[in-house]
């Protein structure tokens, strides 16, 4: 438990310190859309984090941070998930 508690406030320190570099400049596809002339059309649904951050907090950097958390958190979730779920088998489950 003391080394997920490391690595969790490893995380947010991580993002803490980055998310002030983080570009606002449009991704690649964004920007290809913006070159063509792409209209932007109306969103079918609108999730919880939309443009990298919760709209429902006022605070830019701290909507950013903890979008930026949330998003580790899932995504490390969903990897852990995967791979018990996919992983080799124990000798116990073997057995049974």
């Given at each position: 438990m003391r080394k997920l508690t490391?690595?969790?406030v490893?995380?947010?320190i991580f993002l803490a310190v980055l998310i002030p570099f983080a570009s606002s400049n449009?991704?690649?596809l964004e920007k290809v859309a913006l070159t063509l002339g792409a209209?932007?059309?109306q969103n079918f649904w609108n999730?919880?984090?939309t443009d990298?951050?919760?709209s429902w907090i006022s605070n830019q950097y701290v909507s950013t941070l903890l979008a930026g958390v949330f998003g580790v958190i899932i995504v490390?979730?969903?990897g852990l998930l995967l791979g018990k779920?996919?992983?080799p088998k124990t000798l116990k489950q073997q057995e049974s």
């Open positions: 490391i690595a969790a490893s995380i947010v449009p991704d690649g209209k932007e059309h999730g919880w984090i990298y951050s919760f490390l979730a969903a779920t996919m992983g």
